[in-house]
């Protein structure tokens, strides 16, 4: 049974920092794409940052310099860490797996058809 169990969301202050967690089971972690997606109220779902067996990256603009993917294979976990957050990163973080590897672009790296499992989410919250 796969399961993609997130956890590390809460409360901050702008300009804070949380760490994300996600712990995977049911398939072949160390071979898939963990990527990262947040969706904000009224807003669409947008990739966040993504991450590959060959652990090359890739990042939305608004996070680059300031969150940071990693993941490691031995515990089947991915992380997304969060610094200077700003209200605008409020949102639910979702993680996510797929096959393949970073393509280099944002179309093809954070389109949600080439990811297979999904999390349940955490929330992340940034006050002002």
């Known amino acids: 049974q796969v399961q993609l169990v997130e956890s590390g969301g809460g409360s901050v202050k702008s300009g804070g920092s949380l760490r994300l967690s996600c712990a995977a089971s049911g398939f072949r972690y160390s071979t898939y794409l963990m990527g990262w997606f947040r969706q904000a109220p009224g807003r669409e779902r947008e990739g966040v940052a993504a991450i590959d067996t060959w652990r090359l990256t890739n990042y939305a603009d608004s996070v680059k310099g300031r969150f940071t993917i990693s993941r490691g294979n031995a515990k089947n976990t991915s992380y997304l860490q969060m610094n200077s957050l700003k209200p605008d990163d409020t949102a639910i973080y979702y993680c996510?797996?797929?096959?393949?590897?970073?393509?280099?672009?944002?179309?093809?790296?954070?389109?949600?058809?080439?990811?297979?499992?999904w999390g349940q989410g955490t929330q992340v919250t940034v006050s002002s």
């Open positions: 996510a797996a797929g096959p393949g590897v970073i393509q280099g672009n944002y179309g093809d790296d954070f389109n949600p058809g080439r990811y297979d499992f």
